[in-house]
C-alpha cells in the first residue's frame, strides 16, 4: 500500500522549492501524494514574520488546486496554539498503529526535531528526507528514505526580502504567489 507524506510548514510563502521536494518524494514511488499541512503558528517562529495565516493557506490551497498528487490540509487551524508536530500526528491518529503516513522534512528539521517534543515518537515513524545548504543527510535506514533531489537554495525568508526589497520573485514562487505579493506589496 502507497503511502500520503504529511510536509509541515508555514510556507510563508509557497514557492518552487517546496513543490520541487513534493515531486521528488511522490517520483520515489513510495508515496501516492503529499499533503501539506500548513502551521499557523510555528512555536519557533515569531508572528510578526508571518503573513496571516488565512492567507498562507489560501495561498497553498489555490497553488495545489492544480497539482494532481498534492493536497492542502488546514488541521493545526483547529487544534489548540502554540500546536507541536506530534500533537497534529496524534490528532491524525498517525501513531502508534497506522503505517499509511511519511513524514517529510528538509535535512535542517530532521536534525532540530530531535529536541523537539514527541522526538522519539516521530522519529520511529517512516521518513523521507531532503537535502538542505549547510546540513548533513542521515544515513538512509529502514525508515529513512532520501530524496535524491537537486538542493535548491530557495527560502521563504529570501522571498520575503525581496518583496521588501521590491525585487523580482516571479522565477522562485508559483504565479499565483507571485501575483499576491504584486497586489499587496509591489505596486
Not at 497553498?60 to 493545526?76: G, I
Not at 537554495?153 to 504567489?177: C, W
Amino acid at each position: 500500500m502507497k503511502r500520503s507524506a504529511l510536509f509541515f510548514g508555514s510556507f510563508n510563502p509557497i514557492h518552487h522549492g517546496h513543490l520541487n521536494v513534493a515531486r521528488a518524494a511522490i517520483e520515489t514511488g513510495k508515496i501516492k501524494e503529499v499533503i501539506f499541512i500548513v502551521s499557523p503558528q510555528n512555536p519557533f517562529k515569531r508572528d510578526v514574520d508571518l503573513l496571516p495565516e488565512q492567507q498562507r493557506l489560501g495561498l497553498v490551497s489555490s497553488v495545489l488546486s492544480s497539482e494532481k498528487q498534492m493536497t492542502c490540509s488546514d488541521v493545526e487551524f483547529q487544534l489548540s496554539r502554540p500546536n507541536y508536530t506530534i500533537n497534529t500526528l496524534r490528532h491524525l491518529d498517525v501513531f502508534p498503529d497506522s503505517n499509511t503516513h511519511t513524514l517529510l522534512m528538509g535535512a535542517d528539521i530532521f536534525v532540530q526535531m530531535k529536541t523537539w517534543q514527541g522526538a522519539a515518537e516521530m522519529l520511529s515513524h517512516d521518513l523521507m528526507i531532503y537535502p538542505r545548504e549547510g546540513w548533513q543527510l542521515p544515513e538512509e535506514s529502514d525508515n529513512i528514505t532520501l530524496l535524491d533531489s537537486p538542493m535548491i537554495s530557495i527560502s521563504a525568508t529570501m522571498i520575503r526580502h525581496k518583496v521588501e526589497q521590491q525585487e523580482e520573485i516571479n522565477h522562485l514562487v508559483p504565479e499565483e504567489v507571485a501575483a499576491f505579493f504584486y497586489e499587496t506589496h509591489l505596486k
